[in-house]
């Protein structure tokens, strides 16, 4: 199994390594999920709960986020914290004005 390796492009610094998944990982995963999928369908309020939670974490931990994509992409920190209340925003409209058919994903 191979490695994946961040490099902050301003600094060339090595933040971190992650493993690859091989193949049958991939797959393994992908099943999990599908299997899922049934249950998850039918609790609306249960994904409106998940999108509501990450709304909120998003906010709560904006900057700290926006370091991790600044050290990882190079963007100013503004740009980045401008990204992540973007998201924020996305998913809170999301959760506000998209009829149940629409959040079925």
Request: charged fraction near 35%.
């Amino acid at each position: 199994m191979g490695q994946i390796t961040t490099v902050n492009p301003s600094t060339g610094e090595e933040i971190t390594t992650f493993s690859t998944m091989d193949k049958d990982q991939v797959f393994g995963l992908v099943g999990k999920a599908k299997r899922a999928y049934p249950e998850w369908k039918k609790d609306y309020e249960k994904r409106r709960s998940y999108i509501y939670n990450l709304v909120e974490y998003l906010r709560k931990n904006k900057t700290k986020l926006a370091k991790v994509a600044t050290s990882e992409m190079g963007k100013p920190l503004k740009e980045s914290i401008g990204e992540v209340e973007k998201c924020a925003w996305a998913l809170e409209c999301i959760k506000h004005r998209c009829k149940k058919k629409f959040l079925v994903f």
